[in-house]
C-alpha cells in the first residue's frame, strides 16, 4: 500500500514543525526519514500514522489514493514502533503480541487457538520463540524492540511507522538489529517509514532516503544518489563529514586559493563567492606536482588509528582540510608532521 | 502471572561496602538508640496505653463498653461514612490523575494546585466552608430547607466534609505514576485498534493498580480517623451523627474512660488492620513481576560487616 502525503504543514505554537511537506511512499519500499532533532521528521511520522494532527487546512493523506486524514488512529491500520518500546509492561510477551488480535471487534476477532498460532508465527519471525512468558523488564533493548515489531505487525498493518527504532539501543546491537530489519523487510514487504537522525542507518537500510530539515524536505532518492549528489548544502553536511572551503568565482571558474578547480560548474546565484565542498575520502594526496592544478598544503599531524588514516592539512591560508587514505598511501609518501604535499580534489561540489 | 514466576531470574542481593558512607560504631549504635527511644515514646507507648487502658477493666468491661448502643452506631456510622467517601474519591482520584497526569490543558497546574488544598487547609475549616453552604443561613439553606433535604447536622454534611478531606490520596499517589509512565503505551493501544476503554481498563488502569490500592488505603484511614472537619458539621447527636472518633470525644469529656478507651482500642484496631493491608501492598507492588528492577540485581543498602544490633 502506497501512502501519499500532500502539502502537509503543522505548527505547535508559533513554531512551524512542518512547512507544507509532500512525499510519496512506493508500496512495498522501506523509507528513511533522515535529520537532525527539530526537523519535523518524527512529526511527520505521527501525522501520518494519526496520533497527531495536521494543521486545519492543509493537505491530505493518502493510503493507496484513499484519503485517510479524517480517519482515527485506531481504523488506519498502521503498525507503529516507538524508540522506547512502549511494551505493555505488566503483561507477558505473549499478552504482548495477542493484544492487537484481542481487542478486536468481536466479529473480526480469531478464535484463541488462531490468536495462539498468530503470536507463535510472529514471535519466530523475530526469532524470540522461548520468551512467550517472560515480562518486558526481563529482555534486552534489541529483544523489546523485537517484540514490538512482533506486536505492532500481529495486527497485519498495511503500513509500517518506526520512531527512531534503535535510538535507544547501544551501537553494537543497534547495527545488527538494522541489518535484520532490512532482511525482515525484504521477507515481509509491507510499506515501511522509519525515521532516524543516524545517517549510516538511513544508507544502510533504505531503499528510498528522505532528508528533512526545518520542517522542510531537502532531498529524496536513493541512498546512493543521496550521498553521491546532494542537492543542498544542508543534504551534504548532514550525510558525512566534510570539508568546506570559501571558493572565489572568476571569469567562469571556480578558484581555491590560485587554483581554478577543473570540471566544477559554477552554482546559480553565486557572483563573487562560492562555498566548495569536499569529502576527506575525495581528495588525493601526492608529493610531487604531476603537472595538474594542485593546491599546497603542510601536514599537520596523521592519526593511523582506524581503518584508514586520518590526515590534518593546514593550507598557506591558513584553512583546515581533513583527508583520509589508506594507510599505504602514508607510508609510502612518508607523510608525517610537516611534511609538504599536494592536494587534488578528486570530487567536490560547490554551492552558492 | 503466578505461572511464570519460576522462569524469573532470581533477585541476587549484593552487599555493597561504601568505605566513605560507614560511620563510627559509638556514632551508628546512637543514631540508632535516640531513633528508637524516640519511636517507643511517641509511638509505641501511646498505642500500647490505648490498649491497655482498654483492657484495665477485663474484657467483660471492654465489651460492655463496646455493646452501648451508641457506640455500635459510631462504629456503624464511620463505617458507612467511609464506604462511601472512599470509592467515590477512588473515582475522583482516578479522574483527576488521568486528565493531569496524561493530557495538557489549560487550567492543568490549576487543577493540580486544587486538589492539594484539603491538605493545606484546616480540616476544621473544610467543615465550616459546608456549613457556610448548606447550613440553615448558609446560601443553600434556605432551598434545602424548602426542599427538606437536611445536610449538616446529618449523615450527608459528614459524608462530604470527609470526602473534601481524603481527596488528595487517591490523586496524590496516582498522578506522579501516571507522568512517569507518559502516554506511548496509550498510544501503542490504540494503534492496535483498542478502543478508549479497552486502552484504559487493560494498560492504564494495571499499570497504576498498585499507586491505586496503596492511596485508597491511606484514603480509607484518613476518612475512618478524620475528626476535625466532621466535628465541625455533625451536631454529635449520640446514637446518630457521632463517627467514632467524636464518640470517643465525648465519652472522654463525660470522664468515661473505659468506654472511650474501648472504642479507641477498636479504631486503632482498623488503623493497624490497614497499616497491614498498607504493607502488604507494598510488599506485592514490588514482588510483581512487572515492576522488578530491569536489573535482576538488587543492591542492599549498606549495612556494612556486623548487623547493627
Same mark, same amino acid.
Given at each position: 500500500?502506497?501512502?501519499?502525503?500532500?502539502?502537509?504543514?503543522?505548527? @505547535?505554537?508559533?513554531?512551524?514543525?512542518?512547512?507544507?511537506?509532500?512525499?510519496?511512499?512506493?508500496?512495498?519500499?522501506?523509507?528513511?526519514?533522515?535529520?537532525?532533532?527539530?526537523?519535523?521528521?518524527?512529526?511527520?511520522?505521527? *501525522?501520518?500514522?494519526?496520533?497527531?494532527?495536521?494543521?486545519?487546512?492543509?493537505?491530505? *493523506?493518502?493510503?493507496?489514493?484513499?484519503?485517510?486524514?479524517?480517519?482515527?488512529? &485506531?481504523?488506519?491500520?498502521?503498525?507503529?514502533?516507538?524508540?522506547?518500546?512502549?511494551?505493555?509492561?505488566?503483561?507477558?510477551?505473549?499478552?504482548?503480541?495477542?493484544?492487537?488480535?484481542?481487542?478486536?471487534?468481536?466479529?473480526?476477532?480469531?478464535?484463541?487457538?488462531? *490468536?495462539?498460532? &498468530?503470536?507463535?508465527?510472529?514471535?519466530?519471525?523475530?526469532?524470540?520463540?522461548?520468551?512467550?512468558? &517472560?515480562?518486558?523488564?526481563?529482555?534486552?533493548?534489541?529483544?523489546?524492540?523485537?517484540?514490538?515489531?512482533?506486536?505492532?505487525?500481529?495486527?497485519?498493518?498495511?503500513?509500517?511507522?518506526?520512531?527512531?527504532?534503535?535510538?535507544?539501543?547501544?551501537?553494537?546491537?543497534?547495527?545488527? #538489529?538494522?541489518?535484520? #530489519?532490512?532482511?525482515?523487510?525484504?521477507?515481509?514487504?509491507?510499506?515501511?517509514? @522509519?525515521?532516524?537522525?543516524?545517517?549510516?542507518?538511513?544508507?544502510?537500510?533504505?531503499?528510498?532516503?528522505?532528508?528533512?530539515?526545518?520542517?522542510?524536505?531537502?532531498?529524496?532518492?536513493?541512498?546512493?544518489? *543521496?550521498?553521491?549528489?546532494?542537492?543542498?548544502?544542508?543534504?551534504?553536511?548532514?550525510?558525512?563529514?566534510?570539508?568546506?572551503?570559501?571558493?572565489?568565482?572568476?571569469?567562469?571558474?571556480?578558484?581555491?586559493?590560485?587554483?581554478?578547480?577543473?570540471?566544477?560548474?559554477?552554482?546559480?546565484?553565486?557572483?563573487?563567492?562560492?562555498?566548495?565542498?569536499? &569529502?576527506?575520502?575525495?581528495?588525493? #594526496?601526492?608529493?610531487?606536482?604531476?603537472?595538474?592544478?594542485?593546491?599546497?598544503?603542510?601536514?599537520?599531524?596523521?592519526?593511523?588509528?582506524?581503518?584508514?588514516?586520518?590526515?590534518?592539512?593546514?593550507?598557506?591560508?591558513?584553512?583546515?582540510?581533513?583527508?583520509?587514505?589508506?594507510?599505504?598511501?602514508?607510508?609510502? #609518501?612518508?607523510?608525517?608532521?610537516?611534511?609538504?604535499? @599536494?592536494?587534488?580534489?578528486?570530487?567536490?561540489?560547490?554551492?552558492? | 502471572?503466578?505461572?511464570? /514466576?519460576?522462569?524469573?531470574?532470581?533477585? /541476587?542481593?549484593?552487599?555493597?561496602?561504601?568505605?566513605?558512607?560507614?560511620?563510627?560504631?559509638?556514632? $551508628?549504635?546512637?543514631?540508632?538508640?535516640?531513633?528508637?527511644?524516640?519511636?517507643?515514646?511517641?509511638?509505641?507507648?501511646?498505642?500500647?496505653?490505648?490498649?491497655?487502658?482498654?483492657? $484495665?477493666?477485663?474484657?467483660?468491661?471492654?465489651?460492655?463498653?463496646?455493646?452501648?448502643?451508641?457506640?455500635?452506631?459510631?462504629?456503624?456510622?464511620?463505617?458507612?461514612?467511609?464506604?462511601?467517601?472512599?470509592?467515590?474519591?477512588?473515582?475522583?482520584?482516578?479522574?483527576?490523575?488521568?486528565?493531569?497526569?496524561?493530557?495538557?490543558?489549560?487550567?492543568?497546574?490549576?487543577?493540580?494546585?486544587?486538589?492539594?488544598?484539603?491538605?493545606?487547609?484546616?480540616?476544621?475549616?473544610?467543615?465550616?466552608? =459546608?456549613?457556610?453552604? =448548606?447550613?440553615?443561613?448558609?446560601?443553600?439553606?434556605?432551598?434545602?430547607?424548602?426542599?427538606?433535604?437536611?445536610?449538616?447536622?446529618?449523615?450527608?454534611?459528614?459524608?462530604?466534609?470527609?470526602?473534601?478531606?481524603?481527596?488528595?490520596?487517591?490523586?496524590?499517589?496516582?498522578?506522579?505514576?501516571?507522568?512517569?509512565?507518559?502516554?506511548?503505551?496509550?498510544?501503542?493501544?490504540?494503534?492496535?485498534?483498542?478502543?478508549?476503554?479497552?486502552?484504559?481498563?487493560?494498560?492504564?488502569?494495571?499499570?497504576?493498580?498498585?499507586?491505586?490500592? =496503596?492511596?485508597?488505603?491511606?484514603?480509607?484511614?484518613?476518612?475512618?480517623?478524620?475528626?476535625?472537619?466532621?466535628? /465541625?458539621?455533625?451536631?454529635?447527636?449520640?446514637?446518630?451523627?457521632?463517627?467514632?472518633?467524636?464518640?470517643?470525644?465525648?465519652?472522654?469529656?463525660? =470522664?468515661?474512660?473505659?468506654?472511650?478507651?474501648?472504642?479507641?482500642?477498636?479504631?486503632?484496631?482498623?488503623?493497624?488492620?490497614?497499616?497491614?493491608?498498607?504493607?502488604?501492598?507494598? $510488599?506485592?507492588?514490588? $514482588?510483581?513481576?512487572?515492576?522488578?528492577?530491569?536489573?535482576?540485581?538488587?543492591?542492599?543498602?549498606?549495612?556494612?560487616?556486623?548487623?547493627?544490633?
Amino acid at each position: 500500500m502506497s501512502i501519499e502525503v500532500t502539502g502537509i504543514s503543522k505548527s @505547535f505554537g508559533s513554531f512551524r514543525a512542518l512547512d507544507n511537506v509532500t512525499l510519496t511512499v512506493p508500496s512495498g519500499e522501506l523509507v528513511a526519514l533522515l535529520g537532525p532533532s527539530g526537523s519535523g521528521k518524527t512529526t511527520l511520522l505521527r *501525522i501520518i500514522a494519526g496520533l497527531d494532527r495536521a494543521d486545519p487546512g492543509s493537505g491530505a *493523506i493518502l493510503f493507496h489514493d484513499e484519503n485517510v486524514a479524517k480517519r482515527d488512529v &485506531r481504523t488506519r491500520h498502521v503498525g507503529f514502533v516507538f524508540q522506547h518500546y512502549a511494551l505493555f509492561r505488566h503483561m507477558t510477551v505473549f499478552q504482548n503480541v495477542a493484544f492487537g488480535l484481542e481487542v478486536a471487534p468481536r466479529k473480526t476477532r480469531k478464535s484463541v487457538a488462531d *490468536i495462539r498460532d &498468530r503470536v507463535r508465527e510472529l514471535l519466530s519471525l523475530v526469532q524470540l520463540e522461548g520468551y512467550a512468558d &517472560r515480562y518486558p523488564n526481563q529482555l534486552s533493548g534489541g529483544q523489546r524492540q523485537r517484540i514490538a515489531l512482533a506486536r505492532a505487525l500481529a495486527v497485519e498493518p498495511k503500513v509500517l511507522l518506526l520512531d527512531e527504532p534503535f535510538g535507544a539501543l547501544d551501537a553494537k546491537v543497534r547495527k545488527e #538489529l538494522r541489518a535484520w #530489519l532490512r532482511r525482515l523487510h525484504d521477507e515481509i514487504h509491507v510499506t515501511s517509514v @522509519f525515521v532516524t537522525h543516524d545517517q549510516d542507518e538511513a544508507l544502510e537500510v533504505s531503499d528510498q532516503v528522505v532528508v528533512m530539515n526545518e520542517g522542510r524536505i531537502e532531498q529524496v532518492g536513493t541512498p546512493e544518489s *543521496i550521498f553521491h549528489h546532494p542537492a543542498t548544502e544542508f543534504v551534504m553536511r548532514f550525510l558525512g563529514d566534510v570539508n568546506q572551503f570559501h571558493g572565489r568565482v572568476e571569469s567562469g571558474r571556480v578558484h581555491l586559493g590560485d587554483v581554478a578547480l577543473p570540471g566544477l560548474s559554477v552554482p546559480e546565484g553565486a557572483v563573487d563567492t562560492a562555498r566548495i565542498f569536499v &569529502r576527506p575520502h575525495d581528495i588525493e #594526496l601526492d608529493t610531487r606536482r604531476n603537472g595538474q592544478p594542485v593546491v599546497e598544503a603542510t601536514v599537520r599531524r596523521v592519526y593511523s588509528a582506524g581503518p584508514v588514516s586520518r590526515v590534518e592539512l593546514v593550507m598557506p591560508t591558513g584553512q583546515e582540510m581533513a583527508v583520509t587514505v589508506p594507510h599505504e598511501r602514508v607510508e609510502a #609518501l612518508h607523510l608525517d608532521t610537516g611534511s609538504a604535499v @599536494f592536494v587534488k580534489l578528486r570530487r567536490a561540489r560547490v554551492f552558492a | 502471572m503466578a505461572a511464570t /514466576v519460576q522462569s524469573r531470574p532470581r533477585k /541476587v542481593s549484593i552487599r555493597v561496602d561504601r568505605p566513605a558512607a560507614r560511620e563510627r560504631r559509638a556514632v $551508628r549504635r546512637l543514631l540508632i538508640g535516640v531513633s528508637l527511644a524516640f519511636l517507643a515514646t511517641f509511638l509505641f507507648l501511646p498505642l500500647a496505653a490505648i490498649f491497655a487502658e482498654a483492657l $484495665r477493666g477485663g474484657t467483660k468491661a471492654w465489651i460492655v463498653g463496646l455493646a452501648d448502643p451508641a457506640a455500635w452506631s459510631a462504629v456503624k456510622l464511620t463505617l458507612l461514612v467511609a464506604s462511601i467517601a472512599v470509592p467515590l474519591n477512588l473515582v475522583f482520584g482516578l479522574a483527576a490523575s488521568w486528565a493531569i497526569g496524561k493530557f495538557d490543558f489549560i487550567g492543568r497546574n490549576l487543577l493540580l494546585t486544587l486538589i492539594d488544598l484539603p491538605f493545606a487547609v484546616s480540616p476544621v475549616i473544610s467543615g465550616l466552608v =459546608y456549613v457556610l453552604l =448548606y447550613g440553615a443561613h448558609g446560601w443553600f439553606g434556605p432551598w434545602l430547607q424548602s426542599e427538606n433535604i437536611q445536610i449538616i447536622f446529618a449523615v450527608p454534611g459528614i459524608v462530604l466534609a470527609t470526602i473534601f478531606v481524603t481527596f488528595p490520596f487517591v490523586a496524590r499517589e496516582v498522578i506522579p505514576l501516571m507522568q512517569e509512565q507518559g502516554t506511548e503505551e496509550e498510544e501503542a493501544a490504540i494503534t492496535l485498534g483498542a478502543s478508549g476503554w479497552q486502552t484504559f481498563r487493560r494498560v492504564t488502569l494495571p499499570n497504576v493498580k498498585w499507586a491505586l490500592l =496503596y492511596g485508597v488505603i491511606l484514603c480509607n484511614a484518613r476518612a475512618i480517623g478524620e475528626f476535625g472537619a466532621v466535628s /465541625v458539621v455533625s451536631g454529635h447527636i449520640r446514637g446518630r451523627t457521632n463517627t467514632m472518633p467524636l464518640h470517643i470525644e465525648i465519652l472522654y469529656n463525660e =470522664y468515661n474512660f473505659a468506654a472511650a478507651f474501648a472504642v479507641s482500642s477498636v479504631l486503632a484496631l482498623l488503623a493497624l488492620v490497614t497499616l497491614a493491608a498498607k504493607a502488604a501492598v507494598e $510488599r506485592y507492588s514490588l $514482588r510483581a513481576p512487572e515492576s522488578a528492577p530491569a536489573d535482576p540485581i538488587l543492591i542492599a543498602s549498606n549495612l556494612s560487616e556486623e548487623p547493627a544490633l
